[in-house]
């Protein structure tokens, strides 16, 4: 893992997830040194892919960079019978904007095709218009379900809590109304129409709402561990392992413990009496 910077922190060892055997490099601009490079193919390729290797050779994929084709790096890949592959050669990884104008119609071509796009339109629900299909990948739930066939038409009648139970509601009060009555949608049936269409929009917002304050929440932890992490500087001359900066960092932890703490106390006074019996009084260093 390469960073951008000169020093290491602190903060970055410190209840660290990532594997111990990690190793984190920084460079001034954040780009791989020859340097760099090579420690990486000694203290983590060599290392990692020793013991898993079937045979005398392993087969190392490389890109075109500049620090994977210098002699150093090829000289440790033929003693550690390493083969390196380039997949990238003379400047052909680099696409400018005439190669993309003449790459893009054919991109372009195979992307937007019908089928795509009718199934993007359909994932979203777009067309045909079902919010269901975007707000029911939401995991909140505000209560369980209550389960099909559970609850029949004659029985005591449950608060909605979503939008399918708010459907099953609304299909069972529907139901009884036309139970009741032969003629055209009474205006009764219209106002129901319309409560559950404000139900639902109500419902939409608060499964967002839930959803943005959760992730606010998460954020906001994000920032008070990331507070809590030391900006203190690291002198390192190379790179570290997440193991190898976390032994500093409690090594430092222990100094700090056991180094004497100086008292602030005034020091002691100490009284005489003179010959003619006023107090005299000096102070003992």
Request: aromatic share 6%; hydrophobic share 30%; with cysteine.
């Amino acid at each position: 893992m390469g960073l951008h910077g000169s020093v290491h922190i602190e903060g970055w060892y410190q209840d660290s997830k990532l594997p111990h055997n990690w190793r984190i490099e920084v460079s001034p601009n954040g780009w791989t040194s020859d340097q760099i490079g090579l420690r990486w193919l000694q203290k983590v390729f060599i290392p990692e892919t020793t013991s898993r290797t079937t045979g005398k050779y392993r087969l190392l994929v490389l890109d075109g960079h500049g620090s994977h084709l210098t002699p150093e790096f090829d000289k440790i890949c033929s003693e550690n019978d390493i083969i390196p592959i380039y997949r990238m050669w003379k400047g052909f990884n680099h696409m400018d904007k005439l190669d993309f104008l003449e790459a893009y119609p054919e991109a372009r071509k195979q992307a937007f095709t019908l089928d795509n796009i009718k199934s993007g339109f359909r994932a979203t629900g777009l067309v045909p218009f079902n919010p269901e299909e975007v707000l029911g990948r939401f995991t909140i739930q505000l209560e369980t379900p209550t389960p099909p066939g559970s609850q029949s038409i004659n029985s005591a009648p449950k608060t909605p809590y979503n939008l399918r139970q708010l459907e099953k509601q609304a299909s069972t009060v529907k139901t009884l109304l036309k139970g009741h009555t032969q003629n055209p949608p009474s205006v009764l049936e219209m106002r129901l129409d319309k409560m559950i269409k404000g139900h639902e929009m109500a419902l939409n917002e608060g499964i967002l709402a839930c959803q943005e304050i959760q992730e606010l929440r998460a954020s906001h932890e994000k920032q008070l561990q990331k507070r809590k992490r030391s900006r203190r500087q690291i002198t390192a001359e190379e790179g570290l392992s997440i193991q190898e900066g976390q032994a500093l960092v409690q090594g430092r932890s222990q100094e700090e413990e056991v180094m004497p703490t100086i008292s602030m106390e005034p020091a002691p006074m100490a009284e005489y009496r003179s010959v003619g019996g006023a107090p005299l009084t000096c102070e003992l260093r």
